[in-house]
């Protein structure tokens, strides 16, 4: 079932309803950010409060940019479909899952209330652009971590597989080295593409949904080529560390890792925005 279109209440009233579209922003900014908790308590106890901030809580810009194009659409695209009792259920569950201490909890509510506002919501409705890219949240804040947790090893094996192959180094398991060098490198779930892979997509759903970009050959060929950035970047720095050992240390957690971070970011919101310029542009 689809929401029906619903006449807008007149004047200020208009400001106060309770909308499906509203209830469920504030749902899943409310599940969102709780699901996000754990890596904010981390980078204050890590970085201290100031530190944390200008960190973002270790938690993407892209991310941030996916929370606020998502509230954007259910809260000023007009769509006044009434609110469900289900709705009201699902509110309750967010609420109870927002009060326990285990972010997971929260990340898949917002997995939960994401699927059930886009197959309910109209096609191309606000509701169901948000829910979309909702869902891309929660692949980074949660479902990302738990592949990596279940599928570590053949996950990282494949990843220095593919290093060793495009950079023509050594590899066993999830090590790879340069033939007679002095370093090698280890690739951790702190290096894996996954990470990556997940921003990108995200970046790619945010902007497609909040511009209203159909779903075609130019959309797949624009998420494919911001996947492909975000691990040129990654392959890039982990290169850097066997061709230059000394710069290990920089490069791998100084500003060297701060770079390669705001690379990708340009990179891969360069290369959606590219991708959606004719919607971007009709808006504008």
């Known amino acids: 079932m689809t929401d029906a279109a619903c006449e807008a209440p007149a004047g200020a009233a208009a400001s106060l309803v ?77 609420a109870l ?6 972010p997971a909890v929260s990340g898949v509510m917002l997995t939960v209330v994401g699927l059930h506002a886009a197959i309910t919501a109209g ?42 192959s495009l950079l023509h ?3 066993e398991g999830n090590v790879v080295w ?8 280890v690739v951790s779930t702190g290096c894996s593409s996954i990470h990556g892979i997940s921003v990108a997509l995200v970046c790619w759903a945010a902007i497609c949904q ?11 060929l624009t998420a494919l080529a911001a996947v492909l950035a975000t691990m040129a970047v990654n392959m890039a720095r982990i290169g850097g560390i066997l061709v230059s050992p000394e710069w290990a240390r920089i490069i791998h957690d100084g500003w060297g890792a701060t770079v390669s971070m705001w690379v990708t970011l340009v990179l891969v919101t360069a290369i959606c925005l590219f991708g959606a310029r004719r919607e971007v542009f009709a808006r504008a």
């Open 210 to 220: 909040y511009f209203a970009v159909p779903l075609d050959r130019r959309s797949v």
């Open 178 to 185: 340069r033939e007679g060098g002095a370093v090698a490198a």
């Open 97 to 102: 899952a927002a009060l326990l201490p285990v």
């Open 18 to 94: 309770l909308t499906r579209n509203r209830l469920y922003g504030g749902l899943f900014l409310l599940a969102a950010l709780n699901a996000a908790s754990g890596a904010a308590v981390d980078a204050i106890g890590d970085l201290g409060v100031a530190g944390a901030v200008l960190a973002l809580f270790n938690i993407s810009a892209v991310v941030w940019m996916a929370l606020a194009a998502g509230l954007a659409l259910t809260w000023r695209e007009p769509d006044y479909a009434p609110v469900r009792p289900l709705d009201l259920w699902l509110a309750g569950a967010v």
């Open 123 to 164: 096609p191309g409705s606000p509701l169901r652009r948000a829910a979309i890219i909702f869902l891309a949240v929660s692949g980074t804040l949660l479902w990302g971590k738990v592949l990596l947790t279940v599928f570590t090893r053949p996950v990282l094996e494949m990843d220095s597989w593919l290093m060793s």
């Open 169 to 171: 180094v050594r590899q």
